[in-house]
């Protein structure tokens, strides 16, 4: 189960490549059934705030694209690294969340380009170990609503 495998790790590692600005639907699928309220973070009652139930974890996100990364970031802005960065990993907890940009990956540059992102992951991998997590978030420990809600799930 993702969500098991999630909750016991200290460092998390997604790759994708962009399809249309996004991840794939598949990857999108997998966010909306498993970074779930109880699980990954818990709304307050009575104001707008929420807890970050997943804290206490880092993340590398590794994106390949056809598009320069110097593009994505000028024209476009950087949309999904940003939302990947902040209102999806960094909504419930992780930091640091580093950002692993690969392209473009048409007309033979990932080719030309392939030991150079090789080293990039290799670094990326050596220093994830030495990463400043934070301390986990106690409010996560038993995750009772969240289990209650996977059970009611089942039935």
């Known amino acids: 189960m993702a969500a098991a495998a999630i909750d016991a790790c ?5 790759g994708f ?6 991840e794939p639907a598949i990857l999108k699928g997998l966010l909306d059934r ?17 807890d970050r139930l997943l804290k206490g974890r880092s993340a590398d996100v590794i994106v390949t694209m056809d598009t320069p990364p110097w593009y994505l970031r000028l024209v476009y802005g950087d949309p999904v690294m940003r939302r990947w960065r902040k209102q999806v990993l960094g909504f419930c907890g992780f930091r640091p969340v580093r950002v692993h940009r690969f392209g473009a990956t048409r007309r033979g540059e990932a080719t030309r380009q392939i030991d150079q ?11 994830a170990p030495k990463l400043r ?11 009772g609503e969240f289990k209650q809600a996977l059970e009611d799930r089942r039935s």
């Open 17 to 22: 490549p962009l399809w249309w600005g996004g």
């Open 10 to 14: 200290d460092h998390l590692v997604v």
């Open 133 to 143: 997590r934070g301390a986990r978030s106690e409010i996560a420990l038993g995750r």
């Open 117 to 127: 992102w090789r080293a990039a992951i290799a670094r990326a991998a050596q220093t």
């Open 34 to 50: 498993v970074i779930l309220p109880g699980f990954a973070f818990k709304y307050h009652r009575n104001n707008p705030f929420w």
